[in-house]
């Protein structure tokens, strides 16, 4: 019985190793920056709320998906952003703050820059090798439809077709 139990307890965690090792790699936005200046790859900013219920879905079903995980670790800096951060930080040359006008509970003007104020979550921000932005990508996405997003992005297929042509050219 103890070797049945240590058996099925070292298979287990032989098919849930790979997994450990499929995260994300969260950034802060400086890091992000960093890394993007020293080998520029594009960058992807999940921008959310503690309080935002489909901000923890993404969380806890898409962000920890395998697939997902290894295919935003590979092509992408992932920063997670907190839009109602109260910290400063400075970029470009500007500073940064949190703002008590932005919208009813007030927002950090990184994130409503990011966001061109239209404040919603989660929302994605996607930016190139030189940090200009691609696209805003607002709520929640299944895994299913998110990897198919990620690989419109990373594969540059936004520079010549929409995001539906690009679908029906995968066959989806």
């Given at each position: 019985?103890?070797?049945?139990?240590?058996?099925?307890?070292?298979?287990?965690?032989?098919?849930?190793?790979?997994?450990?090792?499929?995260?994300?790699?969260?950034?802060?936005?400086?890091?992000?920056?960093?890394?993007?200046?020293?080998?520029?790859?594009?960058?992807?900013?999940?921008?959310?709320?503690?309080?935002?219920?489909?901000?923890?879905?993404?969380?806890?079903?898409?962000f920890t998906d395998p697939l997902i995980a290894k295919y935003?670790?590979?092509?992408?800096?992932?920063?997670?952003?907190?839009?109602?951060?109260?910290?400063?930080?400075?970029?470009?040359?500007?500073?940064?703050?949190?703002?008590?006008?932005?919208g009813r509970r007030g927002a950090h003007e990184l994130a409503?820059?990011?966001?061109?104020?239209?404040?919603?979550?989660?929302?994605?921000?996607?930016?190139?090798?030189?940090?200009?932005?691609?696209?805003?990508?607002?709520?929640?996405?299944?895994?299913?439809s998110f990897i198919h997003e990620l690989g419109y992005i990373?594969?540059?297929?936004?520079?010549?077709?929409?995001?539906?042509?690009?679908?029906?050219?995968?066959?989806?």
């Amino acid at each position: 019985m103890k070797i049945t139990v240590s058996f099925l307890l070292f298979v287990v965690f032989l098919f849930a190793a790979p997994g450990l090792s499929a995260q994300i790699e969260w950034l802060s936005w400086e890091e992000a920056v960093a890394r993007n200046k020293k080998a520029p790859k594009k960058m992807l900013i999940d921008v959310y709320t503690e309080w935002c219920g489909w901000c923890k879905k993404m969380d806890s079903q898409v962000f920890t998906d395998p697939l997902i995980a290894k295919y935003v670790k590979e092509h992408f800096y992932a920063v997670k952003f907190d839009a109602e951060q109260k910290g400063q930080l400075t970029y470009d040359g500007h500073v940064f703050k949190f703002n008590t006008t932005f919208g009813r509970r007030g927002a950090h003007e990184l994130a409503y820059a990011l966001l061109d104020g239209r404040m919603s979550y989660p929302t994605i921000v996607y930016l190139d090798e030189k940090r200009d932005r691609i696209t805003i990508s607002p709520g929640f996405k299944p895994a299913g439809s998110f990897i198919h997003e990620l690989g419109y992005i990373q594969g540059g297929h936004y520079r010549g077709k929409t995001y539906q042509d690009y679908l029906k050219s995968i066959g989806k």
